[in-house]
């Protein structure tokens, strides 16, 4: 066991992994905060999300799984001020190697299950963010200003049981988003 256990840190010294180009990383884009008669929504798209070795594991069968948190906070003088809101919720994407089409799971819309028989198709469904109900309007006091944050989990590849506890400080492509954020002003809207 200790020498597989070194043979892995050589291995990890001599073969680093390659960094992410700027460009590749996975982010958000087109952060925007809507409100409708009732709900505050939440909309954006990922860019980047997914890598060749994602895709691979896909088409070998493995579903991805993109879990996002959000955190909606009314501002405060001088701080983050209080927090309103908290959601966490999962994409799920699977390909169905015998029927060859792609499953996507929405769980924020009540787990709506969508098939795609094209690729391009499912990860646009997997990207999009569209209508995330975030809390009820009567929570937001108007004339005030909020901050809603976003990340995601898109990726842990881990290590074989029992080489986690020989080698803790290894990660092993980990594909995750940082918190973005975007901040408004609510203005009620008298009918």
Known sequence: MLRIAAFLLLLTFFFPTLPVRADDAAKFIDLTAAVSPSTLLFYAKLKHSLTGDMREGLHSGLPLTFTFTIKLHRNARGGPGEL????????????????????????????????FTDAASAENALNTLSGVPITNVGRLIPNNTYTLRIKADLYHKSLPPGLESILP??????????WQTIEF??????P
Request: aromatic share 12%; glycine share 0%; net charge negative.
């Open 169 to 178: 400080f290894l990660t092993w492509d980990d594909r995750r988003i940082d």
């Open 84 to 115: 309103v809101a908290e959601h966490t919720f999962q994409h799920v994407i699977s390909y169905d190697t015998l029927t060859d089409d792609y499953h996507v799971h929405l769980e924020e819309h009540n787990n709506r299950n969508q098939v």
């Open 185 to 190: 002003n609510y203005q009620s809207v008298k």
